[in-house]
């Protein structure tokens, strides 16, 4: 599995960034896909969600595939989410089966248990009724279903995450500083990272999983992480508010 090529897309951003890091400081030969190119990756395909084209010769040799690239919340639904977090899902799993990948980890959110419900005594487990926030959340639906459907028509290994919150700006930052149930499913950068790497690492076959990913809860647990770390090794090792200053511009 080692030597395995893993293709990351969305691999510019700020989770893929923390992604390939982990990977390439495991040893893992990584490729990444984005509208630019990611810095200290050197086999890199830049392209868009929406063509084909780039997406297919992004998978060549890919045996497992990181599927972070996406609109990454509520947006123009017609604009936006249909062309990347659905059509997008369309072309890179597609292409991913075309291309012979055996494992697909697809970046799903804790949204589709939107967060109000977070406030009840007992986390969250990954079978909760889903209780989408709103198109950005649909679309996150759309993609655990598609993945679920290639799992079982293809005998793909499929693990869909839902994320916890991995904060892009100054102002979700301190959203979360104000939030006590937003401290408790916050997602540091580089937990993200060691979940994704420990994800492609884990011992397979692993059929279709749905699972969680945060880091460490400040007051209580919001989501059940038992099954994460039974199924793919991850417990985190941080909690907020580390690791926010790579969203604060103070860090790399």
Not at 114 to 125: A, N, T
Not at 170 to 197: M, N
Not at 206 to 221: C, D, E, N
Not at 236 to 252: A, Y
Request: charge should be neutral; proline fraction near 6%; glycine fraction near 8%.
């Amino acid at each position: 599995m080692a030597n395995e090529l893993v293709l990351v897309t969305g691999s510019s951003g700020r989770i893929g960034q923390a992604v390939v890091r982990e990977l390439q400081r495991r040893g893992r030969a990584v490729r990444g896909f984005d509208l630019a190119p990611t810095p200290s990756l050197a086999d890199m395909v830049v392209g868009t969600l929406t063509d084909p084209a780039s997406i297919a010769k992004a998978m060549q040799g890919a045996r497992t595939l990181i599927h972070l690239a996406a609109t990454p919340d509520d947006a123009d639904f017609l604009k936006e989410i249909v062309p990347n977090n659905i059509i997008g899902v369309h072309h890179v799993l597609e292409a991913a089966q075309q291309a012979g990948v055996k494992r697909m980890i697809l970046a799903s959110s804790g949204q589709v248990v939107w967060y109000d419900r977070l406030r009840c005594g007992q986390p969250l487990g990954v079978d909760a009724q889903p209780t989408p926030r709103y198109w950005y959340a649909a679309a996150k639906m759309f993609l655990e279903g598609a993945g679920r459907a290639f799992a079982e028509k293809f005998g793909m290994e499929v693990i869909a995450v839902r994320l916890g919150w991995c904060p892009r700006t100054k102002e979700q930052v301190e959203e979360i500083r104000v939030t006590d149930w937003a401290q408790d499913v916050y997602l540091s950068p580089s937990d993200a990272g060691r979940f994704f790497a420990c994800a492609a690492d884990a011992p397979g076959p692993l059929g279709f999983q749905i699972v969680y990913a945060t880091s460490k809860p400040v007051h209580r647990l919001r989501y059940d992480l038992e099954p994460t770390k039974q199924l793919l090794g991850f417990e985190p090792q941080e909690k907020w508010p580390q690791g926010i200053e790579v969203v604060l511009g103070k860090k790399s």
